[in-house]
């Protein structure tokens, strides 16, 4: 079973400040996605990286697959209380594989 | 509004109750899928449907059956449940399972065994 650990568990700022976080594998995955859980509502992607090294943008978010395609990150530029949810990654070990589901970041920002 | 819609979105039962979760999409997909997101647990995958066709079932206990009746529709038959099945149960589509295919979820039901 592959193994999907998140970093920070929970991470609480202010509104304006800028944060990082982490998701990480032993393991190589062929992709890896992002997704944001808004409280009561399911998740919803974000973006999906399969290259390693891929670098994409959107908005004031940022993710990064990293070169050896284990492990990924996500950096929020200027956070606003909008972007308070859960952030999920997800990475799929092979082509056509489910994607695994870390346990997520619960990242609250606060006005 | 993801266009996955989940009934009912609270739900407590005994464990001895039946009880039945629903999703619906109306998005076209081909495949849909149940997940159970416990408090302390990711995201944990428990059946895939492909074309109303099972594809995947993770090791789940048989008091949990699905059933498919048509691509649009996914159902979660419950019975004899534990009090450690409390959790939120995600409905998802998909167009296919192709890696590029995007999960669409549902709200969830927010399930509580007594």
């Known amino acids: 079973t592959q193994l999907l650990e998140q970093s920070p568990q929970f991470l609480s700022i202010q509104e304006g400040e800028n944060l990082t976080v982490y998701c990480n594998s032993s393991?190589?995955?062929?992709?890896l996605q992002w997704y944001r859980q808004e409280p009561g509502e399911g998740p919803v992607l974000l973006v999906t990286?399969?290259?390693?090294?891929e670098v994409k943008k959107l908005k004031r978010l940022t993710f990064q697959f990293g070169d050896a395609r284990k492990d990924s990150s996500l950096h929020i530029t200027a956070a606003q209380p909008g972007d308070t949810g859960l952030y999920l990654c997800?990475?799929?070990?092979?082509?056509?594989?489910?994607?695994?589901f870390g346990p997520g970041t619960r990242l609250s920002v606060l006005p | 509004e993801t266009g996955v819609t989940q009934t009912p979105r609270h739900l407590v039962m005994g464990m001895t109750n039946k009880k039945s979760l629903k999703c619906e999409q109306h998005?076209?997909?081909?495949?849909m899928y149940w997940y159970k997101q416990s408090a302390k647990k990711p995201l944990e995958l428990m059946f895939v449907?492909?074309?109303?066709?099972?594809?995947e079932n993770n090791s789940v206990p048989s008091r949990f059956s699905p059933e498919c009746p048509n691509s649009s529709h996914l159902f979660l038959h419950l019975h004899t449940l534990q009090p450690e099945d409390s959790a939120l149960y995600l409905c998802?589509?998909?167009?296919?399972?192709?890696?590029?295919?995007?999960?669409?979820f549902g709200p969830g039901t927010r399930l509580t065994v007594l």
């Open positions: 990286v399969v290259t390693g090294g």
């Open positions: 998802a589509s998909s167009l296919g399972l192709g890696l590029g295919d995007t999960q669409y």
């Open positions: 449907y492909s074309l109303e066709e099972r594809v």
């Open positions: 393991s190589v995955f062929s992709s």
């Open positions: 998005l076209g997909h081909n495949a």
């Open positions: 997800a990475g799929a070990p092979n082509y056509g594989q489910n994607f695994v």
